[in-house]
């Protein structure tokens, strides 16, 4: 099993798109820089799985995640408390962009505030975001998600805790005829993870 995690996919992505986000993530306390040193980490891909790791100022962070110059950026964000979460944003060969937090090692209480406050920034602008996934456990890693949910192609598995995704593609998906689900514009929300509203 590999560490839980939330996913979100977006159909546009720009700088204004990062700013927003890591402010949003920022007013929630979820922060790019770390609670003492302050350093903003970037983390390069490599064979290595925490990879090497690199200092960069909050603007060089916001153009990076708009993917105006790379398809893929890692990062760190942290807690008030220190624990690290994991974070990349990358753009897929068909324009999607994926943004995909780690819950990791991180204490529950520390992984339910990283849930709420990423919930809520891709919520603010969810006529961009497609659906989301969230399985804390981890189990369902290996599941195509964006096939899953932006093109209703793929099936899953194993369940994750929540599953969002537009009315249209979840009406063409079978795994998903006859399982309660509830609206939650402008998704249909699978699993009892997200309170109705």
Same mark, same amino acid.
């Given at each position: 099993m590999s560490d839980g995690f939330f996913c979100s996919y977006h159909l546009c992505w720009s700088r204004p798109d990062a700013e927003s986000l890591l402010g949003d993530l920022e007013a929630a306390g979820v #922060? %790019?820089?770390?609670?003492v040193t302050r350093r903003i980490t970037l983390i390069s891909p490599g064979a290595d799985p925490s990879g090497t790791q690199s200092w960069v100022s909050r603007d060089q962070l916001v153009l990076l995640a708009g993917l105006q /110059? !790379?398809? /893929? *950026?890692?990062? !760190?964000l942290w807690l008030p408390g220190g624990e690290e979460? #994991? %974070?990349?944003i990358s753009r897929g060969d068909d324009g999607t *962009?994926? !943004?995909r937090f780690g819950l990791g090692a991180a204490a529950r209480e520390a992984q339910e505030r990283v849930v709420r406050a990423v919930r809520e920034a891709i919520g603010r602008a969810s006529l961009l975001c497609v659906g989301f996934v969230l399985d804390r456990e981890g189990a369902s890693a290996a599941t195509d998600w964006a096939g899953f949910i932006v093109k209703g192609s793929v099936y899953f598995d194993c369940w994750p805790d929540t599953l969002a995704l537009l009315p249209e593609v979840a009406a063409a998906q079978p795994q998903l005829s006859g399982v309660n689900s509830f609206q939650q514009s402008p998704w249909v929300v699978y699993g009892s993870d997200v309170a109705r509203r």
């Open positions: #922060r %790019a820089d770390h609670p /110059r !790379l398809d /893929r *950026v890692d990062f !760190l979460i #994991r %974070a990349g *962009v994926e !943004l």
